[in-house]
């Protein structure tokens, strides 16, 4: 079933707020099989709005707005919804003791504001929301079915799959569709397409994509077919092909995170991680602890960003920060090694470099970062240039440390 | 004029990558006085991808496009461009060169697959490309211009800046805007909006938009008017309403963030900071070190996500934990005494709570969150709750400790 997501803002239009409602609602319809064919962004404006939504429901048959339902004067999806589909709007009585309660359980009062969010367009069926004042909308009528939610990401998560994923499974959809990811890291994406594309035949129906994040380069294959089985084995074939082709570099599948496929290889393995960040500043820590459970493997860490942290709590040698300076071999390798033996754990891992934009020099580019890894029965540091940019660099310094230890410990060389 | 922002992608489409490439595009042309109205996206097809063009050049004066032009054969932008502008592929020696010499760089042969980056459409302005193989491109043509920018965000960005940039303020718009942003934090989007809008009048050609995110809400104002100094003028007269019914929550505007605005702070007293995280994993100290310079104040921390962590390097008393537990006033406040006293530093701060999904109790919901400050004079913990989101709640933790060091730092009570 065609599909269109529109979402809606001011923040989103004027490029203040990334837009990562449309992701979200284009990843769960998606994986239902449903068609997302377009995304469309407008302002707060009544004017774009009614045009933005009339065109969606002439080319799609399922349309999924968020924004525009909270309290304030620049939230009017609603009046737009009105004038749309020719309805009034209706007191809900328990809509706005249920807003109070919310309030009263902080210790404060509703503002006066929050009244209107319980006068809701007439014949809506309505999406309860757990965690805010603004209730979802859907319509459906003469085939098309509309649905509007609010604009704050979590709370449009969790109606989308407490209520409007249920709803939607009820739908029958023409054709199947399968998607499958492979992530990849290691390896940059036309290296990767090359290996690929060496042998590669696309069965009618399969699509592949080459996705490049900080993480590494993600695989996505999209299969299309009569059913889902079918549309499954579609997928499979070239799964299998893509493990044949580059499968060293595959860490995962799906939602599979480095960070996660690490942290199960750990606790697999009984072994315990520490981290000592220079440039990243806690980054990787932080990384690592992202995943639920992560407690089981990974005991902490020392940020050590002034020389003093690494030479006083990390036992680095200050002869060694003389002779080679902090973003050095040598550094590293003893960040990671004091690191552990502080700490008392099976791995350490270090960072260290020049995450700029200061800082750089002609033998040390800004970029140039070490990562250490210590066991106990090796202990080594590898040399890589992550680029100029601060944010990006420290991101991928990150998640290269982290397939450093995949590497070691699945002992891939 | 009016704008259109068309990010091509199956990634985008399907969800399974943010388009971050939309909200860059649409800051950078706001700001110089383009209007956005639509943003527009679609996937990997011909079909889509010539519609939207067409909607959009219909639409808007000016088309500015991301995506699709890489090497790969779900790279098809051009062939789009080609078809709806009816213009030849032209084979280009110099960019090939270029490419080659990128690869070369790198240490390594250039893949066969990025040759047909050379072949690029008749007529068209090409918009050198720094970080990557794929140059920009630019068509004007019967008062409409249509700008197609790879979708790797930094590459794009980097276009933005030194070729798009420049070539758009050549060109007039009517009206101008003047944009601006108050960031405020520590109290909720209705809260503000109550006391923002009791006495509010907005002026004609003035809007004010309330965007909520982890860090706090930010106020936004757009003023348009006839001339620059006008619509400063209209924005400035809002500024002033806006810090007279709420300035203590406003730690900064436009691009100021917590951690810099903070971080000044530190620099101009001579101080320094250390950080003891528990549940944040090291997101506090990858916050503050995201500040360029932020080694002048911040010298690092401990990462204490597991008790003996706790005990061992901040010396937090086994007695506490054991009584009240990790996630505790009295643990907060040993952890921020602890690390400063290890550390040497003038602030510490400290984090410890329960990040969800698991851990939580009756007394101690998920959430629930200490957060403690030490200094010569002061060692304190306040009491939080952040949600049950892993996520949110840690980013919302880092940025409450900030803004509680912020408050200590100017004596705001």
Redesign the interface.
């Known amino acids: 079933m065609d599909t269109e997501i529109i979402t809606i803002?001011?923040?989103?239009?004027?490029?203040?707020?990334?837009?990562?409602n449309?992701?979200?609602?284009?990843?769960?319809v998606?994986d239902l099989g449903f068609s997302?064919?377009?995304?469309?962004?407008?302002?707060?404006s009544l004017e774009?709005m009614e045009e933005?939504f009339r065109l969606a429901l002439k080319r799609a048959r399922l349309v999924i707005t968020t924004g525009g339902l909270?309290?304030?004067?620049?939230d009017i999806t609603k009046k737009a919804i009105v004038r749309l589909f020719k309805r009034n709007l209706i007191f809900h009585q328990e809509i706005l003791d249920d807003i109070r309660a919310r309030f009263a359980k902080r210790g404060?009062e509703m503002?006066?504001?929050?009244q209107n969010q319980a006068l809701l367009p007439q014949g809506a069926t309505l999406f309860p929301n757990k965690?805010g004042?603004a209730v979802g909308l859907c319509f459906a009528e003469e085939g098309r079915i509309f649905i509007s939610l609010p604009g704050?990401p979590?709370e449009a998560d969790q109606i989308m799959v407490d209520e409007v994923m249920p709803y939607l499974r009820g739908i029958q959809t023409a054709q199947a569709t399968r998607?499958m990811?492979l992530r990849t890291t290691g390896i940059y994406?036309?290296?990767l397409?090359?290996k690929i594309?060496h042998d590669l035949k696309l069965e009618p129906g399969v699509?592949?994509?080459?996705?490049?994040?900080y993480s590494g380069v993600?695989l996505?294959i999209?299969a299309t077919a009569e059913n889902a089985e079918a549309a499954g084995d579609k997928a499979l074939r070239l799964v299998r092909y893509l493990e044949d082709t580059c499968g060293r570099y595959i860490y995962g599948r799906d939602d599979d995170s480095l960070e996660a496929v690490v942290g199960q290889l750990l606790a697999d393995n009984d072994k315990t991680l520490v981290?000592a960040?220079s440039?990243?500043?806690?980054?990787?820590?932080?990384l690592?602890?992202?995943v639920?459970?992560?407690?089981n493997y990974?005991?902490?860490?020392?940020?050590?960003?002034?020389n003093?942290?690494k030479i006083e709590?990390l036992g680095v040698d200050a002869a060694i920060l003389e002779e080679h300076g902090a973003v050095s071999e040598p550094c590293a390798i003893a960040m990671a090694v004091g690191c552990r033996k502080?700490?008392?754990s099976s791995y350490a891992l270090s960072i260290t470099g020049i995450?700029?934009?200061?800082g750089g020099a002609n033998d040390k580019p800004v970029g140039t970062t070490y990562i250490g890894l210590a066991s106990a029965h090796a202990s080594y540091a590898r040399k890589f240039n992550f680029?100029a940019?601060?944010?990006?660099g420290?991101s991928r310094a990150s998640y290269a440390a982290l397939e450093l230890l995949r590497r070691e410990i699945l002992d891939i060389k």
């Open positions: 803002g001011d923040e989103l239009i004027t490029g203040h707020t990334v837009n990562t449309a992701a979200l609602i284009a990843r769960y998606t997302v064919r377009y995304q469309t962004s407008v302002g707060d774009s933005a909270g309290p304030t004067h620049d404060v503002p006066a504001i929050n965690h004042s704050v979590f998607i990811k994406e036309s290296k397409a090359d594309s699509r592949l994509a080459y996705l490049p994040s993600d996505r999209m981290v960040e440039c990243t500043g806690g980054e990787l820590g932080m690592i602890t992202s639920s459970g992560s407690s990974f005991l902490g860490g020392v940020i050590a960003y002034a003093d942290v709590q502080l700490l008392k995450a700029g934009p200061a680029g940019r601060r944010d990006t420290r």
